[in-house]
Nanobody, 116 residues
């Protein structure tokens, strides 16, 4: 079965940093675009960052220059380095693996809270 397991969430102060990890299993990892999405209470889920197998990245405007997505195909893992965190970044962050409408998978999420 397909599994995406996130880790690294927690409580940080504004201006702090956090690194999220996602371990994937049950898929041909290199065939998937990997991504991080987030959902704050009462808000819609939004795309934060994506990365293709060849390394092309895409970020939502609000995190450009602060967040960096990367992938390690040898270990079937994707990461999100988050710097200069703001209270507005508070959300549950989800790992996503996408190939098509049929082959589209999600992790259970990890909570990131940015507060002083």
């Amino acid at each position: 079965q397909v599994q995406l397991v996130e880790s690294g969430g927690g409580l940080v102060q504004p201006g702090g940093s956090l690194r999220l990890s996602c371990a994937a299993s049950g898929i041909r990892f290199s065939a998937y675009t990997m991504g991080w999405y987030r959902q704050a209470p009462g808000k819609q889920r939004e795309m934060v960052a994506t990365i293709t197998n060849d390394g092309s990245t895409n970020y939502v405007d609000s995190v450009k220059g602060r967040f960096t997505i990367s992938r390690d195909n040898a270990n079937n893992a994707v990461y999100l380095q988050m710097n200069s965190l703001k209270p507005e970044d508070t959300a549950v962050y989800y790992c996503n693996a996408y190939r098509s409408y049929v082959f589209n998978y999600w992790g259970k999420g990890t909570l990131v809270t940015v507060s002083s």
